[in-house]
């Protein structure tokens, strides 16, 4: 069999939401068979006992069948580091959900155990490929709002919620380790040349005790960038997913779409900066006036495909064509700044980084 056409079975262990989507994932793609599930509730499995599925009652079973090549982990955050040591151990590859670990250290024990038995880790930030993403991409690539400023990213809930696990502090519950670590994959992608030079950052349990619901980080490029990222879980009125700043321009993105915002830039020779719009409501004072409209450029959003080849990827980086799209640097970093996070929290101050 040449190594184009070759199956690598796969096993998922924890079939909740992500189990599902990554089972349907599998199933889409040519060169991966789903041969076995794993769940500690034996309820969740049920469906798949029809199907020519092995259910699986432990990590052990999953992991002494010697035909799983890639085993796909979507537990509870605090279960990635010891599920995927353990399958790396017995020779599996593995595709762990986000965040990769608790912590940089866990992380590191993850990797270690990768490169010993030579078997490929990878991470699943799929927030890569979203829409409004790769449209702040576009615009900056495009210079279109020239050097950016400050950077607002930013994703808020009206539910209050945070379900099941996601509330419970041992599980790895809270916002950051829930969309903190994609918002933060996403900026350190934007600069992977720049490092953050310092983290001031405060989490709040506003309606759900013990975890964080809610939180704010401002991040520091050595560029001068900064970025704010903000998650919450209760918001009843509506901010834009992104806001930003540039030294010729701002873009505003209101949504996931990337298509309801605009960019906006003074039209190229206006130099007459005194001509504004007096409307008392929207700016009343010379200082805070808008410009007059024919002064303004507004360009449209690019239109972008974000179309997501992670499973590609994992299938070329399986058969050695391509390396891993989530690097360990890229997974590093992103577990240093959630870690200093957390302590610029804990401790009310800025933390000087070198990430
Ligand atoms: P979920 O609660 O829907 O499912 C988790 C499942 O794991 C449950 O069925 C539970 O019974 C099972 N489980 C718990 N501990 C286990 C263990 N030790 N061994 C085997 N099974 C176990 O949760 P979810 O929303 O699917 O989240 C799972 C993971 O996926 C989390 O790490 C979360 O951060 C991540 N996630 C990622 C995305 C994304 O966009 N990439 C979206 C949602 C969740």
Redesign the pocket.
Known sequence: MSIKSRIYYVGI???????NFHCKKVNETDGLKLRAV????EK?TEEMELKDINIYKN?EDMCTDSAIDLIII????D??AQ?AIKALEHGKHVLC???AAMSAAELDEIINKAEKYGKLFTV?Q??RWDKDYQTVREVLAGELIGQPVTIISQTFGQRGVCF??RADPEKGGGMLY?WGIHLIDQLLLLFPERKVKSVYARLRSILTPAVDDYFEAELEFDNETVAHISVGTFALQDLPRWFIFGDKGTLRLDDFTGTAGGVSRIKEGVKDFQRVTKNQALGPSRTMAHLEKENLENIPLPSVEGINNFYQNLLAALNKEESEIVTYDEMRRDMQVLEAVFESSAKSQKIVTDI
């Open positions: 262990v924890g079939y909740g939401y992500m189990g794993f769940d500690i509730d969740k990590m979507c537990t509870p955050n279960s990635h599920l959900e986000k965040p699943h799929n927030r099941g696990w829930d």
